[in-house]
């Protein structure tokens, strides 16, 4: 019997495994989806106060579509021998998905153990336990991209919130268009700014930057730079400066191995490549496992095709913001904006426990936002 195995438990090894399963149909082909937890994580969200309920079981998605979970973590890949080891066990495969995500670039500084992170379900949980009950603390969150500004605007309200951003403005990677209504929120909400800065060491109860200011502070949030997963190395094939897997428009890498979510490198259109983001991991993993299990089959694959870019930026108690196209021109912001924002996290919540709503899903891999 012919075997698919999907390495990752997140957005695009989720979705690659309900699109092998549709394309598999009543075909007698082995799916298993690799990852050692057993909650979908709703990545997305692990900047909110509770991220608890930022979690899917997986067997509740897998299990109604008939695909196996193995609770490991894959640990090499060979593609020669076209097998992954995970758990000491070594697996063979007739195609691959590699769908393992990407990880939090860690500064090496002095007092590194201290900082924390919502980079991971446990990294948001220790942050949440450390802030249970706590208001008026300072927190010093690192980073003025996406993560940064969500995590800093959320936190605002039960604290002093110190941002600090290696660049000269904040939202550096988001371009000019959405900087206006960034820093009114920022304003709105009293967050401190510390542009051309960075932290460079950080005890219990301080953190010190680049400029030699002393921040008092047992809570520093490091949320500066993101990489793909470092199995990406295992494969030998080309990687673009994330670490990303380059893969054609079916997102095959070569041979009998494809690649979705943050692990690929794939081209939205001729200027740009897609971004790190749930927003092109599931359609991303839709298209991989669909087509590693039409080829395997001798069935048309499916070219991949993204949706319109957009951008929604949640600004905590100054609501939110949401831009379209490359430019990111806002097109909402504020309360509007956070009930666009809000739709969207609802949106991202697979279905479960229904094998058609969940294959029905699996099919719609491009779509546009009523907004």
Same mark, same amino acid.
């Given at each position: ?83 992954v080891t995970a758990g000491g066990e070594v697996i063979g495969y007739d195609r691959l998905v590699l769908a393992t995500g990407s990880r939090l670039v860690r500064p090496d500084l002095p007092g590194a153990e201290h900082l924390f992170d919502v980079d991971t379900l446990e990294g948001a949980r220790r942050l949440a336990a450390h802030l249970r009950g706590r208001e008026g603390f300072t927190a010093v969150v690192v980073g003025a991209g996406f993560a940064g500004l969500e995590v800093a605007t959320e936190l605002a309200s039960r604290g002093r919130v110190v941002l600090v951003e290696r660049a000269e403005v904040v939202g550096p990677d988001l371009g000019p268009g959405p900087r206006p209504d960034i820093e009114a929120a920022l304003d709105e909400l009293g967050v ?50 994330? +670490? ?6 079916? @997102?095959?890498?070569? =041979? #009998?191995? !494809? %690649?979705? *979510?943050?692990?690929? /490198? ?40 993204? +949706? ?6 949640? @600004?905590?108690?100054? =609501? #939110?913001? !949401? %831009?379209? *196209?490359?430019?990111? /021109? ?42």
């Amino acid at each position: 019997m012919s075997h698919i195995v999907i390495v990752g438990g997140g957005f695009a090894g989720v979705w690659s495994a309900a699109g092998a399963a549709r394309a598999r149909g009543e075909e007698a082909t082995r799916i298993t989806l690799v990852a050692p937890n057993e909650h979908l994580v709703l990545r997305p969200r692990l900047y909110e106060a509770d991220p608890e309920q930022a979690k899917v079981e997986l067997g509740r998605i897998l299990g109604p579509i008939g695909v196996t979970h193995l609770r490991a973590t894959v640990t090499a890949v060979d593609t020669a021998a076209r097998t992954v080891t995970a758990g000491g066990e070594v697996i063979g495969y007739d195609r691959l998905v590699l769908a393992t995500g990407s990880r939090l670039v860690r500064p090496d500084l002095p007092g590194a153990e201290h900082l924390f992170d919502v980079d991971t379900l446990e990294g948001a949980r220790r942050l949440a336990a450390h802030l249970r009950g706590r208001e008026g603390f300072t927190a010093v969150v690192v980073g003025a991209g996406f993560a940064g500004l969500e995590v800093a605007t959320e936190l605002a309200s039960r604290g002093r919130v110190v941002l600090v951003e290696r660049a000269e403005v904040v939202g550096p990677d988001l371009g000019p268009g959405p900087r206006p209504d960034i820093e009114a929120a920022l304003d709105e909400l009293g967050v401190e700014r510390r542009l051309g800065a960075t932290v460079t060491e950080v005890g219990q109860k301080h953190a010190r930057l680049s400029t030699g200011e002393l921040i008092e502070t047992d809570t520093v949030i490091w949320t500066a730079g993101i990489r793909a997963s470092e199995l990406t190395t295992q494969v030998p094939a080309a990687r673009d400066e994330l +670490g990303r897997l380059e893969v054609d428009r079916f @997102l095959r890498v070569d =041979g #009998a191995v !494809f %690649a979705a *979510g943050d692990t690929a /490198a794939a081209r939205y259109d001729a200027d740009h490549y897609v971004m790190q983001s749930c927003q092109h991991a599931v359609p991303l993993g839709m298209v991989a496992g669909y087509n590693a299990s039409a080829e395997l089959l001798g069935l048309p694959m499916r070219e991949f095709v993204a +949706g319109p870019y957009v951008t929604c930026l949640d @600004l905590g108690a100054a =609501g #939110a913001l !949401f %831009a379209r *196209g490359w430019d990111r /021109a806002v097109v909402a912001s504020g309360a509007k904006g956070k009930e666009i924002k809000q739709w969207i996290m609802r949106l991202i919540h697979p279905p479960v426990d229904d094998a058609a709503a969940i294959m029905g899903a699996a099919d719609h891999y491009t779509f546009d936002l009523p907004f």
